[in-house]
């Protein structure tokens, strides 16, 4: 499987400012999605980030409230901009590989985001 | 639209011990994935189990076994000889194919405690 790292881990962030949070896997892959988990709770599909072209976002995500990168098949960044308490989560990263595949997804180790 | 039900939020099990935790879903779909994560305090998503539903055989993994009743739109993990680094939480995930793409729905999870 895919190792993957995520930077920040942790940050802790005013409100009205934005994060920038990195996804960095040590070999290429098709699929790179962002999730976000609030305390206690499941995880929640943010986007697809696609290579080369714009991410693909679930119902109640919006590319100016999350905008994402992919710039290649290695990397992918996530913004959370104009932060607000309710964008007090934890992010995370995954990697598949597209279809035909086992349809595995392996993740990164989350960034924890607090928004005073 | 595809959910998943993960109607345990807590339980717990003596060492050594087996513990069942139950998933059931829905779908219209025939073919799909049906996968468990754990995810420990430590908050790093570990894939568990896949289970593939054209297969009649249910999967295994050591410990880790699933029951899959495709008919029952049911998904359970059994763990066996339990042990402390069970100790986490349990999310089952229907994998849903989407426009050449595909997306993972995750349940609510179980918390599972191991206990000495």
């Known amino acids: 499987s895919a190792v993957i790292s995520q930077k920040p881990s942790r940050d802790i962030c005013q409100r009205g400012t934005s994060l920038t949070i990195q996804c960095q896997v040590d070999?290429?892959?098709?699929?790179m999605f962002w999730y976000r988990q609030q305390p206690g709770q499941s995880l929640t599909l943010i986007a697809t980030?696609?290579?080369?072209?714009?991410?693909?976002?679930e119902s109640g995500f919006v590319i100016d409230k999350f905008p994402i990168s992919r710039p290649n098949l290695t990397f992918s960044t996530l913004t959370v901009s104009n932060l607000s308490p309710e964008d007090s989560s934890i992010y995370l990263c995954?990697?598949?590989?597209?279809?035909?595949?086992?349809?595995?997804?392996?993740f990164g180790p989350g960034t924890r985001l607090t928004v005073t | 639209a595809q959910t998943v039900t993960q109607s345990q939020p807590e339980m717990s099990v003596q060492e050594a011990e087996t513990v069942t935790l139950s998933c059931t879903y829905d779908?219209?779909?025939?073919?799909?994935?049906l996968f468990w994560y754990k995810q420990p305090p430590s908050r790093q998503m570990i894939l568990v189990i896949r289970?593939?539903?054209?297969?009649?055989q249910n999967a295994t993994e050591n410990r880790f076994s699933v029951n899959f009743q495709k008919a029952a739109k049911s998904f359970s993990l059994k763990i066996s000889d339990s042990q402390l680094g069970d100790t986490a939480m349990y999310f089952c995930?229907?994998?849903?194919?989407?426009?050449?793409?595909?997306?993972?729905?995750f349940g609510t999870g179980t918390r599972l405690k191991v206990l000495a």
């Open positions: 995954s990697v598949g590989q597209g279809p035909p595949s086992p349809y595995e997804q392996y």
């Open positions: 070999s290429q892959v098709t699929m």
């Open positions: 980030a696609n290579q080369g072209s714009e991410a693909t976002y």
């Open positions: 779908t219209s779909e025939s073919n799909y994935y």
């Open positions: 289970q593939e539903a054209y297969k009649q």
């Open positions: 995930a229907f994998m849903k194919q989407t426009s050449g793409t595909y997306k993972y729905i």
